[in-house]
């Protein structure tokens, strides 16, 4: 796992062909980030996709982070697991899985990631400064979401275990 603190992600066993849709966004400015995108730009599509299959094989470890307290972790759960429906965002894990560990190639797992990482990505969603979501899906969630939701929701979310517990698989 990378350094969380800093808001780096964990690349560890995300799909192998997201990684590499990934890295080619930013190397073509679909996804903006001054550090990744000076790597990706000189990669061939060769060590695109060697790059990808290493950190897929790659087992996720790390510790979660500390579950906030209080109304804020009920809030991020409620969003997590139940969606906000008076507004029109659908839960998480309906996408990303029980336990929010990715399904299939295209959505790709948000356990492991800092909460930090998961807000900006939904603030970029919203900016319009990340893009290459299949049908816009993250862009229109994100849309929707006021910054307090999406605060809460990768306090929660970064607090979970990489290995889905019942809690946090459980749709109510
Ligand atoms: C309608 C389906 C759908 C729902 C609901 C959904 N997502 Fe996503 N999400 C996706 C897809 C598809 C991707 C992959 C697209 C991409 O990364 O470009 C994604 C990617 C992400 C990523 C990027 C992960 C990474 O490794 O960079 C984050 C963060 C994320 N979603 C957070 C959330 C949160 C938080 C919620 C709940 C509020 C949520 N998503 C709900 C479909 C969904």
Redesign the pocket.
Known sequence: MGNAAAGY??LAG?PKN?LA??LR?FADGTRNNAIMSGMAKPLTAMQVTALATYYSKLKPSGKPALMPTGTAAAAGER??LR?DWDKG????I???GPGAIGVGA?????VG?SAA??EA??KAWKEGS??????G??H??ALR?TDA??QD??QW?AAQPLVPTKTSSATH
């Open positions: 992600p964990r995300l997201y849709d990934q966004y969003l997590a969606g965002i659908p839960a998480c309906r996408c990303h295209n959505f790709p797992p948000l990631q990482y998961i990505q939904i990340r893009r290459g979501d299949p049908l899906m993250m229109t969630v979401m939701q999406t929701v990768a979310l």
